[in-house]
């Protein structure tokens, strides 16, 4: 390289001395360099984006403040499915209501889910039973799975049993999501706890599949041929009449699992 800048003409050599000027002090194993810096608008970029760069990580993965595009798009879906949801289940919980959102296949999918976080601790993710008893099978401790005898037991609990009321903790539509998903369930037989109280005589949503008739005749027939034959539709006295049983069953169920 020396050679060839010494055997160019002046015009080179005069490059050579301008670039002489700009070559740094330092000298690696004869490797020598100029101070280039970088251009204003690129280092201004660079520590930007580092400084936004760091923003980000604390926001979003540090304090965990920041929401991200799945989350904010979760939310929203959530948010109109609760709109639905309270469409289809009017203002007012009645058995029918209660029915129409059981036979809502979105809805369940959704309150499946609910289920599987605020009750999947004690009842099992498909509501096999674990702490509490299977919901799945054809045998009820607390009167009939009625639509609004499960809404009567998830909202005010069975304090003395160790089923925690839910009124405050959930919304009345996802009280109402819960309680169609129980009765959806019921008579799925998931393989889980053994059967605990009395073989049920009546099918939650028997009253909104029916297709003949009004759903409020339909509901009200249901609703009193299930009366008599249910030792009683009020989930505390029912649980004072099977409370003799109910130690024997529940001990060895929680040694159990
Ligand atoms: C802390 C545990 C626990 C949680 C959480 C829990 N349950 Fe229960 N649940 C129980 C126990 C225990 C019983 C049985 C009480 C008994 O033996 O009388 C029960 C009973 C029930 C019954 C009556 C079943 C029958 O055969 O009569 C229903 C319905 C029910 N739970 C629904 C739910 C729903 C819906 C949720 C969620 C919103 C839920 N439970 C959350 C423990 C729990």
């Not at 970029?45 to 304090?63: D, K, N, Q």
């Not at 999918?109 to 054809?138: M, S, V, W, Y």
């Not at 009567?152 to 009345?172: D, F, Y």
Request: aromatic residues 8%; contains cysteine; glycine residues 8%.
């Amino acid at each position: 390289m020396n050679d060839t800048s010494q055997n160019k003409p002046s015009a080179a050599a005069d490059e050579a001395a301008i670039n002489q000027e700009l070559l740094l002090n330092h000298e690696y194993d004869g490797i020598r360099e100029y101070d280039n810096p970088m251009p204003k608008w690129w280092v201004w970029i660079f520590w930007g984006s580092f400084y936004f760069a760091l923003g980000y990580f604390v926001h979003y993965h540090l304090t965990g403040n920041g929401e991200s595009v799945a989350q904010a798009y979760d939310a929203e879906e959530t948010a109109a499915r609760e709109k639905e949801a309270m469409a289809v289940m009017g203002s007012e919980v009645t058995e029918e209501s209660l029915a129409r959102l059981m036979t809502d296949e979105k809805m369940m999918t959704d309150a499946a889910k609910l289920f599987g976080q605020r009750c999947g601790p004690c009842h099992g993710q498909k509501g096999e039973g674990l702490i509490g008893p299977n919901l799945t099978d054809e045998v009820w401790i607390h009167g009939q799975p009625q639509l609004m005898n499960i809404h009567e037991v998830v909202s005010e609990g069975l304090q003395t049993k160790g089923m925690p009321p839910w009124k405050r903790q959930l919304s009345p539509i996802e009280l109402g999501k819960v309680t169609a998903f129980v009765g959806s369930i019921v008579g799925t037989n998931v393989p889980g706890k053994a059967p605990e109280g009395n073989p049920i005589t009546a099918r939650p949503g028997q009253v909104a599949v029916a297709p003949s008739g009004s759903p409020a005749t339909a509901a009200s027939a249901t609703a009193t041929t299930a009366a008599p034959s249910s030792t009683t539709p009020s989930p505390t006295t029912a649980a004072t009449a099977t409370a003799p049983t109910a130690p024997a069953n529940a001990a060895p169920a929680a040694t159990a699992h």
